[in-house]
T-cell receptor, first 113, second 114 residues
Framework: GENVEQHPSTLSVQEGDSAVIKCTYS??????FPWYKQELGKRPQLIID?????GEKKDQRIAVTLNKTAKHFSLHITETQPEDSAVYFC????????????FGRGTSLIVHP | NAGVTQTPKFQVLKTGQSMTLQCAQD?????MSWYRQDPGMGLRLIHY???????DQGEVPNGYNVSRSTTEDFPLRLLSAAPSQTSVYFC?????????????FGQGTRLTVV
C-alpha cells in the first residue's frame, strides 16, 4: 500500500518568513496529492491540491510542487502570518481508483508575530 | 447543506463499555472512512467503505466495527473500550471521482476511556 512520509514534524518561523513542508510517497499509481490544514480543535480542511499531470500550482500565498520522478511533493507558504499557525497534512492517493487517501503524520507550523 | 455530521463531540467511557460514533453525510458520497488522530501519529485509517454494503479494514482496525447499510451513514462501533482507544476520531467522506477527490471531514469526536 501507499506510504507517505512528511517532514518536518514541527516548523517554527517568524511572521513574514517562508515555510516549506515536504512529503514523499511510495506508490507510483498515486496521482492526486492534497494538502489539509487543521487549526486547533477543528477538522482538517483542504487548502490546495495537485494532480500528477501538473508540476506546480499556486493559490495566493501558498503553492505546491510535485516531482513524480522522485515521488515527492512540497507545500510552500510565503509571507507567513500568525493565522497560518496550524497542523498541515499531506496526502496521496489514486483519484478515481482506490479513493482512500494515505496521510502523512502532519507538520505543526508555528508562526511567531 | 450540512456536509459531514459526526456525533457526539465529546465522550467519556469506562474500560469495557461499548458505544457507537455516528457519522452521516448528505453529499451522496460513495466513499466514507474513519480515522483516529493521536499526537505525532497523524491520521490513521481505521475502516473505510467504498459504497453501501461494502466495508474494509484500514491500518488500525482492531477493536472497532463498522457497517454501511445506507449511502448516508457510516457508524463506528467500539466493542469493548480500552484506554488505548483514547483519541480524537474523524469521519470523512468523498466522491472519489477523477475530477473531485477532496475528503470532507466531520467535526471530530474526542473520546476518553478511563
Amino acid at each position: 500500500g501507499e506510504n507517505v512520509e512528511q517532514h518536518p514534524s514541527t516548523l517554527s518561523v517568524q511572521e513574514g518568513d517562508s515555510a516549506v513542508i515536504k512529503c514523499t510517497y511510495s506508490d507510483s499509481a498515486s496521482n492526486y496529492f492534497p494538502w489539509y490544514k487543521q487549526e486547533l480543535g477543528k477538522r482538517p480542511q483542504l487548502i490546495i491540491d495537485i494532480r500528477s499531470n501538473v508540476g506546480e500550482k499556486k493559490d495566493q500565498r501558498i503553492a505546491v510542487t510535485l516531482n513524480k520522478t522522485a515521488k515527492h511533493f512540497s507545500l510552500h507558504i510565503t509571507e507567513t502570518q500568525p493565522e497560518d499557525s496550524a497542523v498541515y497534512f499531506c496526502a496521496a492517493h489514486a483519484s478515481g481508483g482506490s479513493y482512500i487517501p494515505t496521510f502523512g503524520r502532519g507538520t505543526s507550523l508555528i508562526v511567531h508575530p | 447543506n450540512a456536509g459531514v455530521t459526526q456525533t457526539p463531540k465529546f465522550q467519556v467511557l469506562k474500560t469495557g463499555q461499548s458505544m457507537t460514533l455516528q457519522c452521516a453525510q448528505d453529499m451522496n458520497h460513495e466513499y466514507m472512512s474513519w480515522y483516529r488522530q493521536d499526537p505525532g501519529m497523524g491520521l490513521r485509517l481505521i475502516h473505510y467503505s467504498v459504497g453501501a454494503g461494502i466495508t474494509d479494514q484500514g491500518e488500525v482496525p482492531n477493536g472497532y466495527n463498522v457497517s454501511r447499510s445506507t449511502t448516508e451513514d457510516f457508524p463506528l462501533r467500539l466493542l469493548s473500550a480500552a484506554p488505548s482507544q483514547t483519541s480524537v476520531y474523524f469521519c470523512a467522506s468523498g466522491y472519489g471521482g477523477p475530477g473531485d477527490a477532496e475528503a470532507f471531514f466531520g467535526q471530530g469526536t474526542r473520546l476518553t476511556v478511563v
